[in-house]
């Protein structure tokens, strides 16, 4: 089945900086990779997502990018602000099958 | 649109009692529906896969004696722990994937904090 691993499990950037997140993945055959931010005690909240079709896919100071030969892809994250501050989770998945998250990334931004 | 909600929000109960908790799709129709796990500072643990009008699939090491799933109709599943343990407290989160919509954006209840005393 899917394994997906996830770098680094902590992260402390300075406001403004950028904060980049990696994942990778084992199964060839995903072909859908969310990213959620995840508040304290609230639910998984979508920020991006990319299909496999895509390379690159930007959302304002948010971007994900994917490398299908390297079976990874990665968060990006510009300007960051305070308020960025959460656990972001990458996740992978083939079509209607389950999600496979990864173990998740506490981002710290310190203003 | 896409809307998922979750009752009970949080749930203390007893050791060895059951408590039921309901996930429902508020705006659109969901044939499948996950149920998940997570306890503090981890990732989502995928429990069960749960298809209207049929069984639920269980993920490896997840009793489905223990963790009772009903997908009675298109915009309901439950999720009963039953014989509650402490070790069984945790926050449960539910997600629901739209019949309509493409195949692949799963929408995220806001969990339910179990407490088992």
């Known amino acids: 089945g899917e394994n997906v691993e996830q770098h680094p499990s902590t992260l402390s950037v300075q406001e403004g900086d950028s904060a980049v997140i990696k994942c990778t993945y084992s199964d060839s055959a995903s072909n859908y990779f969310p990213w959620y931010k995840q508040e304290l005690g609230k639910r998984p909240q979508l920020i991006i997502d990319?299909?496999?079709?895509?390379g690159e896919k930007k959302d304002q100071r948010i971007a994900v990018t994917l490398n299908k030969t390297a079976k990874h892809f990665s968060l990006h994250i510009t300007e960051t602000q305070p308020e960025d501050s959460a656990v972001y989770f990458c996740a992978a998945s083939h079509d209607r099958n389950k999600l496979v998250f990864g173990a998740g990334t506490i981002l710290r931004v310190k203003s | 649109g896409a809307v998922v909600s979750q009752h009970p929000s949080w749930v203390i109960c007893k050791s060895g009692t059951s408590v039921k908790i309901e996930c429902r799709s508020l705006d659109f129709q969901a044939t499948t529906m996950f149920w998940y796990r997570q306890f503090p500072k981890q990732s989502l643990m995928l429990m069960a896969t749960?298809?209207?009008?049929?069984?639920?699939?269980?993920e490896q090491g997840v009793e489905k004696d223990k963790f009772l799933i009903n997908h009675a109709s298109l915009t309901l599943s439950t999720l009963t722990v039953t014989s509650a343990h402490p070790e069984d407290s945790s926050f449960y989160i539910c997600?629901?994937?739209?019949?309509?919509?493409?195949?692949?954006?799963?929408?995220f209840g806001p969990g339910t904090r179990l407490t088992v005393t």
């Open positions: 990319i299909r496999s079709n895509v």
């Open positions: 749960s298809n209207e009008g049929s069984k639920a699939t269980y």
């Open positions: 997600s629901a994937r739209d019949y309509a919509g493409g195949p692949y954006e799963q929408y």
